[in-house]
């Protein structure tokens, strides 16, 4: 194909992508060799926990032309999703009668406003490969074909992203960006189109290690190592069954996630707040206490949640994350009556939550 017909559409690429939202957009290769050394030994370890989606996948997460035949390049974008200041967040987790859900789970489910967009960045692209001359010809002989991922198959995000130059990916396994921190989503475009691609960026944590420090579970085993099976957001969010009673105490009013290791990172210092509409919070969920959300009927939740990523871990998980929440909060007649109400009419995921949050108030 023509290279400076190939270097103006990646430029174009780039454009396209910021006019429809994407604070940033980077072009890679497929070489994932790297990540799938580290993917492999942190699934040797068990660090997935119940996630076996990881396993099922095989090698596809990280060679993405075994995911989508004929993957020569990978497009990656981020958009910013942040709405509050450090400040607020820090303020929220202090009160332990508040209901503390993880920013990128205010708003739109992310996934379906971010795969519309790449959607369109894929049709911009479709039509400059059928307009330019120097490349329909060989768009056409190639059948080359675009795919859009959005967190929704088993593609390695991050590190494509970090090799796309987006930024490194920093001790608490999170990709962080020098200018813009670590409050961004990330989506990609697989493709066959032989564009140039960009330089990663060089790591900047140096010694650090406030996010190791900081983490309410010890998941951050070591740096750049998570252990999913301790981490907040995988014990509210990914697990099934019950919550290890190890951990109850230490999620305090965490109940959809945990952001303890982005609102530490000095470089979210410079993270800016999204200004995308979507992204703002829905049903005052930034905002919500935890015996007001506790006390919401499951058609009340199905409402409250609609459109959002909360509502994937269904009515029984959240009232078992509340009820570790509350366990949490401090000792009040409100609190062990809402607590009592629930045990007359609850699953037995969520009894047993119920029960030790009671034994908490005695």
């Known amino acids: 194909m023509n290279t400076e017909a190939l270097e103006d559409l990646a430029k174009q690429i780039k454009h396209w992508g910021q006019e429809l939202g994407f604070q940033e957009v980077g072009i ?15 699934l040797a370890k068990g660090y997935h926990g119940e996630m076996e989606y990881m396993h099922r996948h095989g090698l596809k997460r990280s060679r993405p032309s075994e995911l989508q035949a004929g993957t020569y390049r990978v497009i990656s974008v981020r958009m910013d999703y942040q709405t509050d200041s450090m400040k607020q967040l820090t303020q929220l987790l ?21 795969r519309q967009r790449l959607q369109k960045l894929v049709d ?6 059928s307009t330019t001359n120097e490349l329909s010809e060989a768009a056409t002989l190639f059948n080359i074909d675009m795919r859009p991922f959005v967190d929704s198959a088993p593609v390695l995000e991050k590190a494509l992203a970090e090799k796309a130059g987006l930024g490194w990916i920093g001790k608490h396994s999170n990709l962080i960006n020098r200018k813009a ?33 900081i983490c ?107 009820a570790v929440a509350l366990g949490n909060a401090p000792k009040s007649i409100e609190v062990k009556h809402a607590l009592l109400a629930k045990l007359t009419a609850c699953s037995d995921l969520v009894k047993e939550h119920v029960l030790w949050a009671l034994v908490r108030h005695q």
């Not at 961004?184 to 406030?210: K, M, R």
Request: with cysteine; net charge negative.
């Open 124 to 129: 911009k692209i479709h039509d400059a490969l």
């Open 181 to 213: 921190g670590s409050w961004f989503f990330l989506g990609e475009i697989y493709t066959a189109l032989p564009l140039p691609v960009d330089q990663a960026t060089s790591a900047h944590c140096g010694d650090c290690i406030a996010c190791l420090n």
């Open 28 to 42: 890679t290769d497929t070489d994932l060799s790297i990540a799938e050394q580290h993917l492999e030994n942190w």
């Open 216 to 322: 309410p579970t010890q998941a951050i085993v070591a740096p750049y190592q998570v252990d999913a099976r301790r981490c907040v957001s995988y014990l509210t969010i990914e697990l099934q069954g019950p919550i290890p009673e190890e951990y109850r105490s230490l999620i305090g009013n965490r109940i959809y996630g945990c952001d303890d290791c982005q609102i530490i990172c000095p470089w979210n210092r410079f993270a800016k707040l999204t200004k995308e509409v979507d992204f703002n919070p829905r049903q005052q969920l930034n905002t919500q206490q935890l015996l007001e959300v506790f006390n919401w009927t499951e058609v009340m939740f199905l409402a409250k949640t609609e459109g959002s990523a909360i509502r994937r871990i269904g009515y029984q998980r959240w009232l078992r994350n509340i």
């Open 94 to 114: 202090q009160d332990p009668t508040a209901a503390y859900i993880s920013r990128y789970a205010l708003g739109r489910d992310y996934h379906k406003l971010m």
